[in-house]
């Protein structure tokens, strides 16, 4: 009882302080600015480290898909197959946004280290599995982490390289990830055919490995302030919930959708709803509750982030849908093996991968990015116009030509429009908006596959279905439509009806799939044209930042040299006694 009223007056003391508490909680929010525009060499080395990151992302979607058959094979799985690819599509897309704020909290080193290790456990264990359960998940786990390999490396390249320079060196990277999509496909049915589907998962683990260590290594990037305590508070946790949840909520009833039910069934449309309802209560928690915004909305202000944002949802859905349904068609259609439609496709990669540099050299030497914009949609709509009169019958030649030029065209939008969109926004908020366009990208990218996947398997249903053919043999040949070109053909279809679903069905399909890029790549034009504005790439600060940059790492060489230096003295000292040799007695 003594010591009850000396209780009262602290806690009073408390509650006046409160708003001082509340004070330093604010002062907490502030984020560290990261930019170090480092010298030219030193950008090289870290660029090394930061394309072998681009490169393994990519390798692993493409293998993993080149070698999904096997797979299926391996498990007697089906359709169930389908969601080794989808599980980790989810989660690469949806954790995209959240690792643009842990490398604002955390920093980019540990942001980038962290993505990477959980990428090589994910397949590590993915390569283990002995049920196709146990595949989905474990590819869900390395999808987590390849959502902030994809989104870090041009944070990074962001914080380190001048804007006007910015698209150069991101085309260059871009350029690496334009190698792995041309030899990925090869290389998964290399493997696949001769070797065992557990290395789809296992081969870019040594390339993950090294990358991870050279990112630790050599990213020179400054120390984020702030305890670890104060860092976790900062994370918007309900954020990250509502975008987990409106993610997948959204994207499982288009993977289901006319596949394993129909578009009308409540199991489709409850979802979607749910998912749509979700995304705008994310929204609202955004602007009202949330301390430190996964997606601040105020970036939504400038015409261009909206504008880049469009063009970006249409590129993934374009590119995805071409890298993927036009090797499904020289297989289908032309009827090559795996790995020489994979070898067939690389006119459209390649086609990406010179667009990509040469956009970027351009903006660095003129400063110019909007024309660039403009004229790659143009021609990416006009290519994908012109892709639709494919049918087995079109010329080779032609297919290339068109190939090529729908990988300009979509290529070159790729590092101009990143340019744009930083541009547009303040360094603080760098991050923010180019994890939102990646994770808008790879969004179109995940919705482009069963969009596609409805359109072509509805054009098949419905030639199958004028042949009365029944439903379970229907269900099996949308399943793999490569079968109507086996000989002979099964199910008791004669080779004249499978010519029928294949000129009427999976053609039609194939046909409808690019009559829908073709408009989305005009609206992306469109889009860009209206809302896309020009910015000038000179920040008043970058000369000073690059000097501040070359300050510190004159230190740090000086420094490192001296350590050495005394090293070097205290070990002279301590075996001094020893290095002089013993003196002769004089007589």
Not at 23 to 45: G, H, V, Y
Not at 195 to 201: L, P
Not at 334 to 339: D, N, V
Not at 369 to 389: D, E, K, N
């Amino acid at each position: 009882m003594a010591d009850y009223p000396s209780w009262r007056p602290v806690k009073r003391v408390t509650a006046k302080i409160s708003p001082c508490l509340l004070m330093e909680r604010s002062s907490q929010l502030e984020l560290t600015d990261q930019t170090n525009l480092l010298p030219r060499r030193q950008i090289i080395t870290v660029m090394l480290a930061l394309s072998l990151c681009n490169l393994v992302t990519t390798l692993d979607q493409v293998v993993v898909s080149a070698s999904l058959s096997t797979v299926a094979s391996a498990f007697n799985a089906g359709s169930v197959s389908a969601w080794v690819p989808a599980a980790y599509l989810m989660t690469s897309t949806a954790f995209q946004p959240l690792y643009g704020r842990l490398s604002d909290i955390f920093g980019r080193k540990a942001a980038i280290a962290l993505a990477m290790g959980i990428y090589i456990v994910g397949n590590l264990i993915a390569g283990f599995s002995q049920s196709i359960i146990q595949l989905i998940v474990f590819r869900a786990i390395a999808g987590v982490g390849d959502g902030g390999a994809t989104s870090m490396v041009q944070i990074v390249v962001s914080d380190i390289v001048s804007l006007r320079d910015r698209g150069k060196f991101i085309g260059y990277a871009a350029g690496v990830t334009a190698a792995g999509y041309a030899v990925g496909p090869i290389i998964g049915g290399a493997l696949a055919q001769h070797v065992s589907w557990r290395w789809a998962f296992w081969i870019t683990l040594p390339v993950a490995f090294l990358a991870a260590v050279g990112v630790v290594f050599l990213l020179p990037l400054k120390p984020v302030q702030g305890s670890i305590r104060s860092k976790l508070l900062m994370i918007d946790y309900i954020g990250v919930g509502l975008t987990l949840a409106g993610c997948t909520m959204i994207m499982l009833p288009l993977i289901w959708g006319g596949v394993e039910f129909s578009w009308s069934s409540p199991i489709v449309l409850g979802p979607l709803c749910a998912g749509i309802v979700c995304i705008g209560i994310f929204c609202i928690w955004e602007i009202k509750a949330a301390r430190l915004p996964l997606v601040p909305m105020y970036i939504f202000k400038h015409m261009t982030v909206v504008g880049v944002y469009i063009c970006m949802f249409v590129n993934g859905f374009v590119f995805f849908s071409m890298l993927f349904y036009l090797p499904q068609f020289f297989q289908v259609i032309l009827g090559y093996s795996p790995t020489r439609s994979g070898i067939f496709i690389i006119p459209y990669v390649l086609g990406a991968f010179v667009a990509g540099i040469g956009a970027g050299l351009w903006v660095s030497h003129t400063g110019k990015y909007r024309f660039i914009v403009y004229a790659g949609f143009a021609l990416f709509s006009v290519a994908c116009g012109c892709i639709t009169i494919f049918d087995a019958h079109t010329s080779r030649g032609v297919m290339v030509v068109l190939m090529i030029l729908a990988g300009l065209g979509g290529g070159s939008t790729m590092q101009t429009t990143t340019v744009a969109v930083q541009a547009s926004v303040e360094r603080k908020d760098m991050a923010v908006v180019s994890a939102v366009r990646n994770f808008l990208r790879m969004l179109g990218g995940a919705l482009a596959l069963p969009s596609s996947a409805a359109l072509l398997n509805n054009a098949m249903r419905s030639s199958m279905s004028a042949l009365s053919l029944s439903s379970d043999t229907i269900t099996s040949i949308i399943n793999d439509p490569s079968v109507l070109r086996s000989s002979p053909v099964p199910f008791g279809i004669s080779s004249s009806q499978a010519q029928i679903i294949l000129t009427t069905g999976y053609n039609k399909g194939f046909r409808d799939i690019f009559y829908l890029n073709t408009a989305l790549a005009a609206l992306a034009f469109v889009s860009s044209v209206v809302l896309i504005k020009h910015k000038e790439l000179l920040r008043g600060d970058e000369e000073q930042l690059k000097m501040e940059a070359k300050e510190a790492l004159r230190k740090k060489r000086k420094m490192a040299a001296g350590s050495a230096a005394a090293k070097k003295d205290a070990g002279d000292i301590k075996l001094g006694p020893l290095a002089v040799p013993p003196q002769s007695p004089q007589y």
